[in-house]
């Protein structure tokens, strides 16, 4: 190990910066953070600088460098644009044993300055050894996707609990073992999700009872997104991680459930026309019974949960039963495949609305407004509508809506098998029957289609391989 990591403690505390640039402001700027007290020698300052010492932040002497401006600081930070007199700073610095740190030269430093991640009272610093500051800054920004923002709080209301644990539990194994059940589990969840008060609440109770670990678990009701597990959010995949049982649908992606918890016991309740493996009922009762067994329980579904995805159904179950319940949002369909499409729902010259609507069947009929959805420069897009395509041409135009008005059937969208079929709204019956397209597959109906040949962006791996197949021929 080239550094001793270390965290000083600045509040307060002189610390010296030579130069005006913007070198200079970036360090300035993390130690003001830390409450230091700075004063800049410099005869110029660039205009982040300037700012500071007009708002009174730091002390600003406007000259040139003197070997008597080192004296009574703490910390001394060398980011002049001359070589020279940096090093000098560096040699002064080591000779009165005052800490320094030389802008892009570690080996005359006596101290780095790491990539930050700030969750204070969390800070979390990372460092290559000045080999590469770039490489640094990407694996702190990696840190940044994994940690959730309101860690801090989790640090702060663990902070005030310690002498209430300390008192219940005497050994340090027992607060040990306390502390790291009870972080893994419902308590910080709560703290991420902005309920600090019910989180504290739960933390009584465990003591009170001197257990670690809540009577009843928790469900998960997360949004897996159209496909691509590249959509998927940092939170959902957190949660994906940590649950100990997942209970999931037919339409969420392989490459999504290789994400989730490899421990996890799995329960699959996906559904297809005619064939529902799990009826919904008995879902909305599976989530309670796992939930009461005192676990994390992940309800994965494709896209959204609450767009034609029943998660309100399920989570007025939990709510009935009293069963803590989280919801993240997952990309919808429709802006999913629109967007890997090329597609825009909306854009200012064909459309300035779009309506969300389902094509699946019930006894025979698909129960819409069907003169409210032919409206001018308006985009639909139906969810579950291949079965009932027919109806859909032949309402949509019986109602008014030109027969050559563009349409598209967007299959596997965003994945790479994606497939995007282009016809018209009296074209689309015969366009499924040709393509042999499969669910999942998504309509969208509307002047924006025309723009799909001009926007699309995305080639999946299966077109270009198919590409490439045809070119060898």
Request: neutral net charge; aromatic residues 6%; proline residues 5%.
């Amino acid at each position: 190990m080239k550094h001793f990591p270390i965290f000083l403690t600045l509040k307060e505390r002189h610390c010296t910066v030579i130069g005006g640039g913007i070198v200079a402001n970036r360090k300035i700027k993390a130690l003001l953070k830390s409450g230091a007290k700075v004063t800049l020698v410099s005869p110029q300052l660039c205009d982040a600088l300037q700012k500071k010492v007009s708002k009174g932040s730091i002390t600003h002497i406007a000259r040139t460098f003197k070997a008597s401006d080192i004296a009574n600081c703490i910390l001394l930070i060398a980011a002049t644009n001359d070589t020279n007199v940096n090093l000098e700073i560096a040699q002064l610095a080591e000779q009165q044993g005052i800490l320094v740190n030389v802008a892009d030269n570690p080996d005359k430093s006596s101290f780095i300055m790491p990539s930050v991640l700030d969750r204070s009272p969390v800070t979390i610093a990372v460092s290559t050894g000045g080999a590469s500051p770039v490489l640094a800054r990407r694996l702190r920004m990696k840190l940044e996707t994994l940690i959730p923002s309101a860690c801090g709080h989790l640090a702060a209301i663990t902070e005030e609990y310690r002498p209430k644990v300390k008192a219940h539990f005497p050994q340090q194994q027992q607060r040990k073992e306390f502390w790291e059940t009870t972080l893994a589990g419902t308590f910080s969840e709560l703290v991420y999700a902005g309920q600090e008060d019910a989180a504290c609440q739960l933390l009584d109770q465990l003591l009170e009872t001197n257990t670690a670990k809540p009577s009843i678990g928790e469900v998960y009701l997360v949004g897996a997104g159209p496909g691509d597990p590249d959509l998927l959010t940092f939170k959902a995949v957190r949660l994906m991680q940590q649950a100990d049982v997942m209970v999931y649908d037919r339409l969420v992606s392989q490459p999504i459930l290789a994400m989730a918890n490899k421990e996890a016991e799995r329960y699959y309740v996906g559904k297809e026309k005619d064939n529902h493996a799990v009826p919904q009922d008995k879902i909305n009762d599976l989530l309670v019974e796992l939930a009461k067994q005192g676990k994390r329980v992940l309800r994965l579904k494709g896209g959204d949960p609450f767009i034609f995805g029943r998660g309100g159904e399920e989570i007025e179950t939990l709510a009935e039963n009293q069963i803590p319940f989280q919801v993240v949002p997952g990309i919808t369909a429709a802006a999913g495949c629109a967007s890997y499409s090329g597609i825009p729902l909306t854009h200012r010259d064909h459309a300035q609305s779009v309506t969300f609507a389902t094509g699946h069947l019930k006894d025979g009929s698909i129960n819409l407004n069907w003169e409210q959805l032919v409206q001018p420069h308006h985009t639909l897009v139906f969810y579950m509508g291949l079965t009932g395509i027919s109806v859909i041409s032949e309402q949509l135009q019986a109602h008014g809506m030109s027969s050559d008005m563009p349409a598209a059937l967007i299959e596997q969208g965003t994945t790479r098998n994606q497939r995007v079929h282009i016809g018209t709204v009296s074209s689309l019956p015969q366009l499924v029957k040709n393509s042999g397209v499969r669910a999942p597959t998504l309509t969208i109906i509307g002047e924006v289609v025309q723009l799909h040949q001009k926007l699309s962006w995305y080639v999946p791996k299966s077109y270009m391989q198919e590409t490439e197949f045809s070119r060898n021929q």
